[in-house]
């Protein structure tokens, strides 16, 4: 049974930084690409980030590009979204998600498997 569990949110203030996690079981890790969305209340689920399986090829959505960065321990099947400088738009529940397969995709719809989220509110 595959499972994804994220960790590290919380609430911060403007302009500090966060580390989300993502522990995957039950898969192996190196053969999905791994990605991180976002969702607000009564708005669709966006995406964030994604790696592929060798670490090789990395996309951001264009709003975080520059202070999001998402890396990869395949060793530990573990994925990571380091947020630097956040802002309160960047308040949502994030998920983490995997793809079977090398090619990075930004639609949710094409992600097999879900993590539960994990808040993260950015105040003013």
């Known amino acids: 049974q595959v499972q994804l569990a994220e960790s590290g949110g919380g609430l911060v203030q403007s302009g500090d930084s966060l580390r989300l996690s993502c522990a995957a079981s039950?898969?192996?890790?190196?053969?999905?690409?791994m990605a991180w969305f976002r969702q607000c209340p009564g708005k669709e689920r966006e995406f964030v980030a994604a790696?592929?399986?060798?670490?090789?090829?990395?996309k951001y959505a264009e709003g975080v590009t520059g202070r999001f960065t998402i890396s990869r321990d395949n060793s530990k099947n573990m994925v990571n979204l380091q947020m630097n400088r956040l802002k309160p738009d960047d308040t949502a529940v994030y998920y983490c998600?995997?793809?079977?397969?090398?090619?990075?995709?930004?639609?949710?719809?094409?992600?097999?498997?879900w993590g539960q989220g994990t808040q993260v509110t950015v105040s003013s």
């Open positions: 790696a592929n399986y060798f670490n090789q090829d990395t």
């Open positions: 998600a995997a793809v079977w397969g090398g090619d990075i995709n930004s639609r949710a719809k094409e992600y097999n498997f």
């Open positions: 039950g898969l192996k890790m190196d053969i999905y690409t």
